[in-house]
Every structure is written in structure tokens, then in C-alpha cells.
């Protein structure tokens, strides 16, 4: 087994790292004053003008892998941008995880990178034209409606919101929450999934529309916070519809193929969250290693109390054991497609946040007081990493399918003896 990079792959690894260094990272400071002076829901001047020097750069909507397996009639429209496989991809990915706003520069930040991956694999040419297009050029921002307040999302044959045929039009009555992105105010589409037809096969009464943000209808009724974080610009907000009418050719496939759709969406969707976490968690130590080596505490460093060692060693390994796991799954999704690599899809998602969450939590400590503050940013990013632990399917979902398929392997053996 080889684990030496490619030149490729070191090549845009370190392209993607040199960019961050020299144009995102020294304008931290400049980014955190717009973002929090005046109106939160905004655009923030300091990232556009990153984004304009990333695509003169030749760095742009990295993240749709080369023949991506478009399942519409329509494969002529073009992708533009660098088509990475998933494996350069995420040596990428982790290098924008180390700036919470770096992945909005390269124009590969979700929910965006997820619905552009849905529109190049499902959509019509008139879908792609009207909304691909712009969202490639980063003139607009998306959305994804999919979990609901009033049911168990993480089963979405739960899901509630009503999409009725009437002549040319769809109607849509529903309520959507953790709708992210709906709060920056470029935001024009959403891909809204509900039930054109409960009599159907449980998972065939699904469908997915393209709902356009500013029909007569659609109210944000709120913004959600993360812990009390609003993440503005994008946010998470809570969205109700009220007899919204689409046009009939906004159902992206046809009728009843909205889990078909979810499920090509929401396996990368789930990895590309994991390349970036890892970033995360390597921006962590280093955060608690600087924090140890610097203070002292009973007369010695904190970094020579045994704890600490232990603590950051065991951070160290968890790192790398959780990055080889996620190329492992990268690779596979290249080699052998999304579905077979659905396993390591589904253990990286368990095992990336819930590394990430100990590591931060660990350097949140090394700092005291200020790690809870918003001086060292390690609490917004606890807080961020929380919410993978539900984003595109909880924990106990995945876990769910890792168990079935282990057990699956013995099924022999509990056939020879019967539980008694």
C-alpha cells in the first residue's frame, strides 16, 4: 500500500495552502470586523475580494469530481472549474478547514458544493442555465430545505411538507428548519424535498423542487443559533411555505425520485464536511500546543504536566488515524463509486466530528477562561463541529449501518445458533 501523494495532489494541496497563507490568513482580523459591524445578514467585502484573486488563480469549484455520473439526458452543459477527484479534493479540503471562511473563497463551500453536485446530475438544461450557472460563478447562493421541526428527520419518510399537483403547477405548504444558507441575501434558490404523493412506496413519495427564494409564499420566519452563534453571513434558518406555487418543470427527475436524488447529494456532502473537519482539528492543537508551551503553572510549563502530554499525544494519533480513514473513503468513491464506498462514507462521518469535538474541548481547557471567550475562536468551533454530529444523518444512523453490515457477516453463525 502506497501512501506517497501524487504530483497532482501535492500540487493543488499546496496551491490551496499557499493561497490561504498569503491572501486569507493575514486578513483574519479585516474579515471579523466586517463580519460583525452592522447588518449580520450580508455580504462580506473582504471574502469577495479573496474570491476574485482564487479564480484568477485558477482555483475554483474544486469540488465536483471529474465524470460525476450525470443520470439526466443532458450531459452537455459545461462544469466551470478544476474537477478534482475526491481524494485531491480532500488534501484541499482539510487545508480550507483551517479558516472557517476559506472554503466560500474557492467557491466550495456547502450548502452550494452539494446543490451544484445535484443540478449537474439532475438538472435540465433550462435548470442548469437558470441556476447552475450563476451559482459556478458565485453571482447568487442556494439552499437545502430538507429536515423539519414537527418530525424525526433523521427518518425522512417522516417528512411532511406537501407538494400537490394543480394544472401546470406544484403547490408547497410545509415548514423547514436548519435551512442553511437562506440568511445570506444572495440566496435565490432552494431544493426543497416533500411528498408529491403519500399513497406511493415509502420511499417513493419523495420528490425534490427547485423553489425560487423570492416566490409569494415563502416566509423566513426566523434565524436559528448554534449555541448561541448566529453563523451570519449564511445561517440556519426556519422556513415556512405556504401554498408556494412552482412550475411543474422545477421537479428535478420526476416524481417520487426525491430519495434517489438525496441519497446522490448527501454521501460527498458528508465527506467533503469530513476533509474540512480534519483542518479543524489540526488548527486545535496546534492552537493547545502554542497555549501549554507558553504558560506556567506550579512552578513548570504546562506542557511537562503529564496530562497534557497524554492529551496531545492521543490527539495526535486520533488525527492521523481519522485523515487516513477519510482518504481511504475518498479513494474508494474514485476507484469504486459512491455507493460502494457508502461503509467508509458513513464511519468517517461518525468518527471526524466526534475526534474533532475531543480536541477542541482539550484545547478549550488548555486555555481556561479565554477558550470559552471569543478571543480564541476555539468555541465557535466547538460549536460549529456540534452540529455535525446531526448534519446529513445523526450519529446513530450511521452507526446504525456500520452494526447492520458487521453483523451481516455473521449471519451464518446465528443461523447454527439459534438465541435460546
Not at 443540478?119 to 439552499?143: C, N, V
Not at 423570492?214 to 443559533?225: K, N
Request: glycine letters at 8%.
Amino acid at each position: 500500500m502506497d501512501f506517497t501523494l501524487s504530483e497532482r495532489e501535492t500540487y493543488f494541496r499546496d496551491r490551496v495552502r499557499a493561497f490561504i497563507d498569503q491572501e486569507i490568513r493575514p486578513r483574519q482580523a479585516e474579515h471579523d470586523a466586517q463580519a460583525h459591524a452592522g447588518e449580520r445578514w450580508k455580504v462580506i467585502p473582504v471574502i469577495e475580494a479573496c474570491k476574485e484573486k482564487a479564480k484568477a488563480a485558477g482555483l475554483w469549484n474544486f469540488f465536483m469530481p471529474p465524470n460525476s455520473g450525470q443520470t439526466h439526458v443532458d450531459d452537455t452543459f459545461p462544469f466551470e472549474g478544476t474537477q478534482l477527484t475526491n481524494l485531491e479534493y480532500a488534501l484541499c479540503a482539510e487545508e480550507m478547514g483551517k479558516v472557517d471562511w476559506a472554503s466560500e473563497v474557492f467557491n466550495c463551500s456547502a450548502p452550494d458544493t452539494g446543490n451544484m453536485e445535484v443540478f449537474h446530475r439532475y438538472g435540465t438544461r433550462d435548470q442548469k442555465e437558470r441556476w447552475l450557472g450563476p451559482l459556478m460563478r458565485a453571482e447568487i447562493r442556494s439552499a437545502f430545505l430538507m429536515t423539519e421541526p414537527a418530525v424525526a428527520s433523521s427518518d425522512a419518510t417522516n417528512i411532511e411538507t406537501s407538494m400537490i399537483r394543480d394544472g401546470d403547477h406544484y403547490v408547497i405548504n410545509g415548514r423547514k428548519w436548519w435551512s442553511s444558507g437562506v440568511g445570506d441575501p444572495r440566496c435565490k434558490v432552494a431544493i426543497v424535498m416533500g411528498k408529491t404523493d403519500t399513497s406511493a412506496k415509502r420511499h417513493a413519495q419523495q420528490s425534490m423542487i427547485l423553489m425560487p427564494m423570492d416566490a409569494p409564499g415563502v416566509t423566513i420566519e426566523r434565524m436559528l443559533s448554534v449555541y448561541g452563534y448566529d453563523h451570519a453571513p449564511h445561517g440556519h434558518g426556519e422556513v415556512v411555505m405556504k401554498d408556494v406555487r412552482v412550475p411543474v418543470e422545477n421537479v428535478l427527475l420526476g416524481e417520487g425520485r426525491g430519495f434517489e436524488i438525496a441519497q446522490g447529494r448527501l454521501g460527498p456532502g458528508r465527506i467533503h464536511h469530513c476533509m474540512r473537519t480534519i483542518g479543524v482539528a489540526e488548527t486545535a492543537i496546534e492552537a493547545m500546543a502554542k497555549r501549554l508551551l507558553s504558560r506556567v503553572a506550579f512552578g513548570k510549563r504546562i506542557a511537562d504536566h503529564s496530562v497534557w502530554e497524554q492529551r496531545i499525544a492521543k490527539a495526535r494519533i486520533d488525527i492521523e488515524m481519522t485523515r487516513l480513514l477519510c482518504l481511504k473513503a475518498a479513494d474508494m468513491m474514485d476507484k469504486a463509486g459512491n455507493k460502494s464506498a457508502q461503509l467508509e462514507i458513513a464511519m468517517i462521518k461518525v468518527a471526524a466530528p466526534n475526534m474533532a469535538l475531543q480536541i477542541l474541548d482539550d484545547a478549550i481547557q488548555a486555555h481556561g477562561g479565554g477558550g470559552v471567550s471569543q478571543d480564541f475562536h476555539l468555541a465557535h468551533a466547538w460549536a460549529a463541529m456540534r452540529t455535525l454530529r446531526f448534519a446529513d444523518g445523526p450519529d446513530e444512523v450511521h452507526n446504525r449501518a456500520i452494526a447492520r453490515a458487521e453483523f451481516g457477516k455473521y449471519g451464518d453463525y446465528a443461523a447454527e445458533r439459534p438465541v435460546r
